[in-house]
């Protein structure tokens, strides 16, 4: 297919890109260590380029809590909004973030040994903060975690985020993950990313199928994940949008998923 727009009238979100350059300082043992650059620049042409509206930009754990850039290019952007990465027990200036219109924090667990104790007074205050500014915790876990962690996060206040289809593994969708991806999101507590397919697998299809049969498309976002690190050569950003196209037939729903339920929940407004 050429490169074009998704097919609908409503407004188009990407809910989840990341942005960086090579001069930004990497933690210690990244998963990815990209050896070009992806400016705000080059993300705005694609967006440009397949005719989406706006877009959100996703904090990535290879860079820790340095969100200077991400900040810097979200802010003033009406079209972006962007999410970042904080450290329980430090100090942040939350208000100054949301002026620049970031509305949520990353919790990158994927690939960790060990899970971080969410029960301590640090991550306590941290996630209370983030409910208090209303904003969002963008879950990055792998699905066999999200049964122990959910309720964890639910109890502590925020919103939540479930990035990239709960990250299942190759079992069935009748998995303890599944279940209580579900039962959050039908509780109020959670919204989900329709996104990251390719690192997934075909389970991802699936799951998504599962997904969208168990709760309907009201609290999903479609996500491209550009530029798509250590798959650069195998994705396109029109085949994100492609993928989706295959999966669903219907338009109403083609419009939540691909920007009316983002619109809502990242920028505050309806189309």
């Not at 050896?35 to 820790?64: E, N």
Request: with cysteine; glycine share 8%.
């Amino acid at each position: 297919m050429s490169k074009s727009r998704p097919p609908v009238t409503t407004p188009v979100v990407d809910a989840h890109a990341h942005i960086f350059h090579q001069g930004m300082p990497l933690i210690n043992n990244p998963r990815h260590q990209p050896t070009y650059d992806f400016m705000l620049a080059d993300y705005l042409a694609q967006l440009d380029r397949h005719g989406i509206d706006f877009g959100v930009i996703a904090a990535a754990s290879l860079w820790g809590d340095f969100n200077d850039y991400t900040r810097d290019s979200v802010s003033g952007c009406d079209r972006l909004r962007g999410t970042v990465i904080l450290h329980p027990g430090k100090s942040y200036d939350f208000a100054g973030l949301s002026a620049a219109g970031i509305v949520g924090v990353r919790l990158p667990f994927i690939g960790l040994p060990r899970l971080p104790d969410l029960t301590t007074a640090d991550y306590q205050t941290l996630l209370r903060q983030i409910a208090d500014h209303d904003w969002h915790v963008h879950l990055h876990v792998e699905g066999l975690h999200i049964p122990a962690v959910l309720p964890l996060l639910e109890k502590a206040g925020p919103k939540i985020v479930i990035d990239h289809l709960g990250r299942p593994g190759p079992d069935d969708a009748d998995t303890p993950a599944f279940k209580a991806v579900v039962s959050s999101v039908e509780r109020g507590k959670s919204w989900m990313k329709v996104s990251c397919g390719y690192r997934i697998g075909e389970v991802a299809r699936a799951h998504f199928q599962a997904y969208l049969e168990a709760l309907g498309p009201g609290r999903m976002f479609w996500a491209s994940d550009c530029p798509f690190v250590g798959h650069e050569a195998q994705v396109t950003y029109q085949s994100t949008i492609d993928w989706l196209l295959e999966e669903v037939a219907d338009t109403g729903t083609l419009e939540q998923l691909f920007g009316l339920n983002a619109l809502k929940f990242y920028f505050d407004r309806d189309a």
